[in-house]
């Protein structure tokens, strides 16, 4: 087995976070239930690639993620459920004689879902058994989630172990001026605070036999990303050899930020470019992704995305994710044989190296996602599903013809057109011919495909569009009566996801070392906000390098055009 370890730092990259495990939880969940769906029992997925095995103190087994998450106290406490020690019981023996001052606040109250959970594992621990959600009834969490979902932790239903979840504690900072590169290195020190987090990651990673790589998933919308880049710096340290995986991740709310004045403007179009100069400097692959409106993007076709909801936007960026990264715990019959469940296993080094260790060797890739895919051999609304794949990652040109292109593409769940889910050989014969029948087609794609659909669990939103049925099959006619559908209506939903190293990305990364270079190198009004940031000329002038070398790697007559600028 080749285990994955995945880490979450910042509140988005933890919305992503929660939904990501919530699938992975139902997979474990339908895999175990003797009444649910044979596509769920014959998976092929080994779980134990992202999951730990267990043991608390009173001998009860636990399964849990293989996870360090980094971002602000929650709405529930970082030790759940599963490992109540009690050490956080106050000691009789007294250290202080002094006078003492007590500040007490008010847990924050669970809402339904969370209630509704509590009462399942009460009722386990009495009677052995789940026996429902007692007098919860899941419309009314449904709208409870709805209307009132604060933080990442209000939706969801996985235990964590007590190593996992790190956690900013204290009101030195508010979440919503915490907003910029400098005021993350200002607030955490990585020399003082960053052992703990440190400890946590080497707990899971000794415990692996053969690890794969890091996923990491990084909100650098704001002051985490300062934190994300001293730990992927000392990943790099510490762990050289193992390949680093990073989805940056933003919610449309952090692209909508109203800015007063030029300093702010300035100040957002710096803290942009370092952070990916910093981030993309300590990982393999890089995969921005955050679209500054989903609700109006083409990936949203059959969708209705409120873009103030976090809850939302990082359900389907966590959808994509999962996709994508079926492919490392597909379980292979052999080397040259698949199975009919599953084909195309591929770990994350293999990755890395499609699509950033050939040709022109780009480590920055597009994600595209098809949510849900149409039918094979059809043709809905005009659309292919290639054709139906659109970009989550931002600032990409579109329509880009390149044929130095390399993808990896992931298919699953997907129907064929009499109504049946596709087998594994019928889905990669129809997406290889509807490839050769591309008239500009990537030099490179790897295909990997599964029959086992993504599962919706219930405290996913309810973001479906009316032309959704009730296994994600696009409809022709809508259904009437209502405008969007969740959890309760939609049980599974087929996808399609795909990586692309193409020169569409030139965009993204010329935006950021254009202002890097006109605000950092060459201008002179930013230097006192840079170096309070940490940053002296040298250190920008190499990231200006770093950032042009991926400029030329993907476009070489830019060399010359800059020249003569």
Request: glycine fraction near 8%.
């Amino acid at each position: 087995m080749r285990e994955l370890v995945t880490v979450q730092v910042g509140e988005f990259a933890n919305f992503v976070g929660s939904h990501f495990w919530n699938f992975q939880d139902e997979l474990i969940g339908l895999a175990a239930d003797p009444l649910g769906d044979a596509v769920f029992k014959n998976q092929h997925l080994n779980m134990d690639v992202l999951y730990r095995s267990g043991e608390t103190q009173q001998g009860v087994l636990t399964y849990t993620p293989r996870l360090v998450s980094v971002g602000f106290k929650g709405s529930v406490s970082a030790r759940g459920t599963l490992y109540n020690d009690d050490v956080d019981t106050p000691s009789d023996t007294v250290t202080w004689r002094g006078s003492v001052a007590t500040h007490y606040t008010e847990p924050c109250k669970k809402n339904l879902f969370l209630q509704s959970l509590s009462e399942e594992e009460q009722e386990n621990l009495v009677d052995g058994k789940n026996s429902g959600r007692g007098e919860i009834e899941d419309k009314d969490i449904i709208e409870c989630l709805e209307s009132d979902v604060t933080f990442w932790t209000d939706f969801s239903k996985v235990h964590y172990h007590p190593q996992s979840l790190y956690q900013f504690v204290g009101s030195w900072v508010d979440a919503q001026e915490f907003d910029n590169y400098g005021i993350g290195k200002e607030s955490f020190s990585w020399s003082l605070q960053g052992e703990d987090i440190d400890e946590r990651l080497r707990f899971f990673v000794e415990e692996c036999d053969h690890i794969q790589g890091f996923q990491f998933i990084v909100d650098d919308s704001g002051g985490f990303s300062a934190v994300a880049g001293d730990f992927l710096e000392s990943v790099a340290d510490e762990y050289s050899n193992t390949p680093v995986l990073l989805y940056s991740v933003r919610s449309p709310s952090s692209s909508n930020v109203l800015r007063e004045n030029k300093k702010q403007i300035i100040s957002r179009d710096l803290h942009d470019a370092i952070s990916f100069a910093r981030l993309s400097s300590f990982c393999q692959l890089y995969v921005p992704v955050g679209l500054p409106s989903l609700n109006r993007s083409k990936a949203a076709t059959h969708l209705c995305i409120d873009d103030q909801k976090p809850y939302h936007c990082s359900a389907v960026y966590a959808a994509a994710l999962h996709s994508i990264g079926l492919p490392f715990r597909m379980e292979a019959q052999g080397p040259t044989t698949d199975s009919c469940y599953v084909s195309g296993a591929v770990h994350v080094n293999d990755m890395v190296r499609m699509l950033a260790g050939q040709g022109r060797q780009n480590m920055v890739a597009i994600l595209d996602v098809a949510m849900p895919a149409p039918t094979l051999l059809e043709k809905h609304l005009g659309q292919s599903l290639l054709g139906s794949l659109q970009p989550l990652t931002p600032e990409v040109k579109e329509d880009a013809e390149d044929l130095l292109a390399l993808e990896s593409m992931t298919a699953h769940g997907v129907f064929e057109s009499g109504g049946d889910r596709a087998s594994v050989s019928e889905l990669k014969d129809q997406i290889s011919a509807a490839y050769e029948g591309e008239t500009v087609r990537p030099m490179l794609c790897h295909l990997s495909a599964a029959q086992c659909p993504l599962p919706v669990p219930l405290p996913f939103p309810s973001i479906f569009g009316n032309l959704v049925g009730q296994h994600g099959q696009l409809l022709a006619t809508p259904i009437s009566g209502v405008s969007t559908r969740g959890s309760l209506d939609v049980y599974s939903i087929p996808m399609a996801a795909r990586l692309r190293s193409s020169n569409a990305v030139l965009p993204f990364i010329e935006r950021r070392l254009t202002n890097l270079l006109r605000h950092g190198v060459q201008g002179s009004s930013a230097t006192p906000l840079l170096r309070s940031w940490g940053f002296g000329r040298e250190e920008l002038e190499d990231m200006g390098e770093s950032l042009s070398k991926m400029v030329l790697a993907l476009n070489p007559h830019s060399l010359s055009s800059s020249d003569s600028d």
